[in-house]
Structure formats: structure tokens, C-alpha cells
């Protein structure tokens, strides 16, 4: 088969070319383009009439999809697919796989460190030092003993909870689906207007669809603490990003720190978080690490190897 990697998976380049002589050696061709690309004319010259396109989250849109003849398995190098044209891909008939669980650590993890960045003031901090000032006015606040609401208990949200918990807060969550699994580590499960109105630190762990689009609301942010904090590691569609940056400079939120938007980074002069009181904000960047970026590689060629013999795994219902 024709196997199509349309852009970089961030891995060493001699860690590509193994997983690409394995393939080779089998018999099947594969071609690696070495930079992203948005146009869909470019995309689809660049899936041609490969059997089997593999993306990160560069956004695959339905043109791309109807276009190329011979295109069976999109591999998407990414937990989330909302990048994707999943209607065309269903009525097509391509099978879809993502790359689940490569970046629960990671993820988790980035969501712990804007917690503390937010609570301890890293940023002004940081900058008061290099202006020459003091440490007076940069009194924090701990995790251990707070309340934070885990919204959403997937694997990551999960993997957040207890990290959480090693820090000596209390974990309450909010899920559709309620896992007892989770209950048995001593969380308990609340409905999203009380997850809101009783956490110290609220975390957002859900996909984007179209339940969650819009989920947190200017309402839902209104019944928070003025105290409270928010962290988004999931996807910015799911808050109302314009009703946070209001309540922030109304000091109705104590802080925020949001690595996903409304958009991908590089944001607009004006976009309005971006002068919001209170804030850490990082470029989308949750995912990225040296480990999880070498875990999605494994999982993606995983996938190839597994559609190949018949079995695909990790296949997204359509």
C-alpha cells in the first residue's frame, strides 16, 4: 500500500526513517513531507493516491477526503479529531484512528504547572525580578487543601485528578459517564453547576463536540469563586473565551491559565484573553513533549501495522 505522512510527527529523523524501512521492507512505499500545510489543494496533492494519510492536527476538510481516490485509513496522530472531516470520512467509508494516550502524562502535567503558575504568580513574579523589585507583593496560594473539578473524567482528566491529589487537594469531577474507578480514588461526582460553584480550581478535560461546544458558559463562569481559577488543556471552543477575559478584568476569577483557544496560535493583536487580567497562557503546547511526542509515533505506526493485518485499533466511531 501507498502510506502518506503529510506532516512532521516531531520525532528524531533517524527514529522516522526505522519506522519507515520497516514498512518498506514489507513491501509498501511511504513519502514524508517535512513542513504543515493548511491549503487543501496542497493536501490532497500530497495524499495523491496513497491508501492510508497520516496527520497530526493539521485540519483535513471534506474536499481532501472526496478527492483522493484510493484513501482507506486516515491515521490521525492526535487524541482529539474535531480537526477532521468525519462525515466525509464516514460516508466515504475511510476508517479513522486516532492516537489515545499519548499525551495523558504531558497533558496532566501542563495542567498542574499553570495551576501553580497561577496561584503562586510566576509570571509577575518572574517579571518584577528581572525589573529589580521585591518579593512583597507576590503572596501565593497552595494546592493542598483546595477543592478543584475535574470536568471531564477520561483518561487524562483521571490522570489530572490524581495529581491533584498528590498535591493534597480535594477532587471533585463532573462527567457524562461516571466511572467507579474513579469514585474508588476518592472523588465524587457532582453536577457541573456545583463542580463551578464549590472549586477553588476548576480543570477542563472534555473533546470538542457538539455537547461541550460552549459548555462553559458566561452563566456557569458567573457561579464561580471570585477566588477560583480556571485551567483549559482540552479545546478553547469548549469556554466562552470572551465571557472568561470578562471576568477576569472584573475580577469575578481570581486567574486563568489556557493553553488551547477559539483558533490556533498565532493569535490576533485583539484577541481578548490576551488582555485579560491574571492570565498564563501557552500556545497550544500541552501535548508536546520529547516522551509523548516519541509514545504518539509508536501508537500511530502501531495503527498502520494493525489496518494492515486487518484489525485496525483505535478506530474513531463515525
Known sequence: MKIALLEPLGIPAEVLAQYQ???????????????????PAELLRRTGDSDIAIIANNPYPASVVEGAPNLKLLNVAFTGVDHV????????????????????????????????????????????????????????????????????????????????????????????TRRPEVEGMGVTYVSLEELMAQSDIVSIHVPNNAQTKGMISRDLLARMKDTAILLNVARGAIVDNAALADALNQGKLAGAGIDVFDMEPPLPA???????????????VAFATEESMLRRAEIVFRNVDAFLAGAPENVVPL
Open 85 to 176: 472531516a468525519l462525515d466525509a470520512c464516514r460516508d466515504k467509508g475511510v476508517t479513522v484512528c486516532n492516537a489515545a494516550g499519548y499525551s495523558t502524562q504531558c497533558v496532566a502535567e501542563l495542567a498542574l504547572g499553570l495551576a501553580v503558575a497561577c496561584l503562586r504568580q510566576l509570571p509577575p513574579a518572574d517579571a518584577a525580578t528581572r525589573q529589580g523589585g521585591s518579593g512583597a507583593p507576590f503572596r501565593g496560594r497552595e494546592i493542598a487543601g483546595r477543592t478543584v473539578g475535574i470536568v471531564g473524567t477520561g483518561a487524562i482528566g483521571t490522570r489530572t485528578a490524581q495529581l491533584f491529589q498528590a498535591f493534597g487537594a480535594k477532587v471533585i469531577a463532573y462527567s457524562r
Open 21 to 39: 524501512a520497516g514498512l518498506e521492507a514489507r513491501g509498501h512505499t511511504m513519502t514524508c513531507y517535512g513542513d504543515k500545510t493548511t491549503d
Open 270 to 284: 485583539d484577541y481578548p484573553l490576551l488582555h485579560a487580567k491574571n492570565t498564563v497562557l501557552t500556545p497550544h
